[in-house]
């Protein structure tokens, strides 16, 4: 998420913020203890899909909001902890010229794919990490117009694609709505137009909180970038063109699972959140899927990785 989408949210707060200008309690009053954090326990992790087949995929996403940054911080400790088969990165704000020598010389992960802005550098940027050789790498969705902010990376495996894309945020004041919701159509035409070819998995920082239970303070985000009508309605559209949000259809009632905190306010220890990062599957991928992990005890980021584990 964005630095504007970030201020978005300040600006919107959560209802129950204290700014220090609150009357004193009278005296003798009894002073209301603030109500307890409900946080997200990610539960154990299941490594069979619903008929038995054992997982033989692993891929994790992050929005690492700077990568290094994010590598001072030790995120590469923790995902060699993790050890997927796949890594990808998003919001790097890294030329490739200027990538750390602690992730461009990973042995655990020899084939490294890179993508950044034509013309800022240090904005937007994503990256896929891969044990094993693609048999194919693309970047972008064939419009120039959207393919020189570096959004997006396109693997071909056997038997499926992997799309890791850092979505266009909306801004502040929601002054890039029209481009997003230029970017949502045609976006949805390349995932369509590649599931023809090979079911495939998308994942990243999908800029959306798609339903009321995505985001702890959906009221008072109605306007704000991230979850207005029209971010949400390009979602809807994505799953109805036959594309499934794989936390949703393994924990469809399950709240306070965010993968996004501003900085500010003690958003996270509070978990005050959005879930914004996803893992979206072809339909025919479903049956494989295991598990859809929310690693919201990983630090380094405004974001937390996921992590999908899959039968392909």
């Given at each position: 998420m964005s630095k504007?989408?970030?201020?978005?949210?300040?600006?919107?707060?959560?209802?129950?913020q204290d700014n220090g200008t609150a009357p004193a309690a009278k005296k003798g009053k009894k002073v209301k203890e603030p109500e307890a954090p409900i946080l997200y326990s990610d539960p154990p992790d299941k490594m069979n899909s619903k008929d038995g087949r054992a997982a033989n995929m692993k891929i994790t996403s992050w929005n690492v909001d700077g990568l290094r940054a994010w590598v001072k911080k030790k995120g590469l400790d923790w995902v060699r902890d993790e050890a997927p088969d796949v890594l990808c990165l998003q919001e790097t704000k890294c030329a490739e010229k200027s990538l750390p020598d602690e992730i461009t010389s990973m042995p655990e992960f020899p084939h490294k794919y890179w993508a950044g802005s034509d013309e800022k550098e240090g904005y937007s940027g994503v990256a896929m990490l891969c044990k094993t050789e693609p048999l194919k790498v693309t970047y972008g969705i064939g419009k120039e117009e959207h393919d020189k902010e570096g959004r997006v990376i396109t693997a071909e495996f056997p038997t499926f694609f992997l799309v890791t894309a850092y979505v266009p945020n909306s801004g502040r004041g929601l002054v890039r709505l029209d481009y997003r919701k230029t970017w949502d159509v045609e976006f949805k035409a390349y995932l369509s137009d590649l599931d023809k070819r090979k079911p495939l998995v998308l994942c990243g920082d999908l800029n959306v909180a798609h339903e009321e239970i995505d985001l702890k303070n959906s009221k008072g985000n109605k306007k704000n970038a991230g979850f207005t009508a029209e971010e949400r309605e390009g979602f809807n559209q994505l799953l109805a063109a036959g594309f499934t949000d794989s936390f949703r259809e393994l924990?469809?009632?399950?709240?306070?699972?965010?993968?996004?905190?501003?900085?500010?306010?003690?958003?996270?220890?509070?978990n005050v959140g959005w879930r914004l990062d996803y893992f979206v599957l072809s339909s025919a991928l479903l049956p494989g899927l295991c598990d859809s992990k929310i690693r919201n005890q990983a630090m380094g980021s405004d974001h937390c990785p996921i992590t999908l584990h899959m039968v392909v």
């Open positions: 504007r989408a970030k201020k978005n949210e300040q600006e919107a707060g959560d209802g129950d924990y469809p009632e399950q709240a306070n699972a965010y993968t996004f905190w501003t900085y500010m306010m003690n958003s996270r220890s509070k």
